[in-house]
């Protein structure tokens, strides 16, 4: 993934990409891989909304930013080189226009620049999650995570004499 985020830099040298760690990732990494090239920026701060709210194309490699961007109706490239999703139960890697190598990334990034981006492509991954667009709602000043704990607190709880009834998790 760092390659390619050098590939974009170089092909697109007018360009500003922002990269936004997960959070699991140490931020501090990526600043110093790409200290000093002047148009990636390595940005932690807020949610994540907010910065796709603002981008003009979105890129993932399996995250719930790319539901998210399918939601904003941004663009979304799914970036999956090495094919992690052929064993994994995780829905995420479904959002967007697939790419498995850069050269697609960069096609797909230049079709987008050229307003030659197929919509009916576009618009075929916006139908499939339909579902997923009518029953979400994004705040951009929230994290996905507050939005789950939110759910689970509101689940029911059902009395029991477990000696897990007193445990923290």
């Given at each position: 993934y760092v390659k390619l985020i050098f590939s974009l830099s170089r092909e697109?040298?007018?360009?500003?990409?922002?990269?936004?760690?997960?959070?699991?990732?140490?931020?501090?990494?990526?600043?110093?891989i790409f200290n000093g090239i002047k148009n990636i920026l390595v940005i932690r701060d807020d949610a994540v909304g907010k910065w796709?709210?603002?981008?003009?194309?979105?890129?993932?490699?399996g995250c719930s930013t790319g539901l998210e961007g399918v939601i904003m109706r941004?663009?979304?490239i799914c970036f999956d080189p090495i094919d992690l999703h052929k064993d994994?139960?995780?829905?995420?890697?479904?959002?967007?226009?697939?790419?498995?190598?850069?050269?697609e990334v960069i096609d797909l990034i230049k079709e987008f620049n050229n307003d030659t981006l197929e919509t009916k492509s576009y618009n075929k991954v916006l139908k499939n999650y339909s579902i997923y667009l009518n029953n979400?709602?994004?705040?951009?000043?929230s994290?996905?995570?507050?939005?789950?704990?939110?759910i689970v607190k509101?689940?029911?709880?059902?009395k029991?004499?477990?000696?897990f009834s007193k445990s923290l998790f």
């Open positions: 697109f040298p007018k360009q500003t990409f922002i990269l936004r760690p997960h959070p699991g990732e140490r931020e501090k990494t990526y600043l110093e796709i709210k603002a981008c003009s194309l979105l890129i993932h490699n941004k663009p979304v994994i139960d995780n829905f995420n890697y479904d959002f967007g226009l697939k790419a498995s190598e850069e050269k979400c709602k994004l705040d951009e000043k994290y996905a995570v507050d939005r789950i704990l939110n509101n689940i029911p709880k059902k029991t004499n477990s000696i």
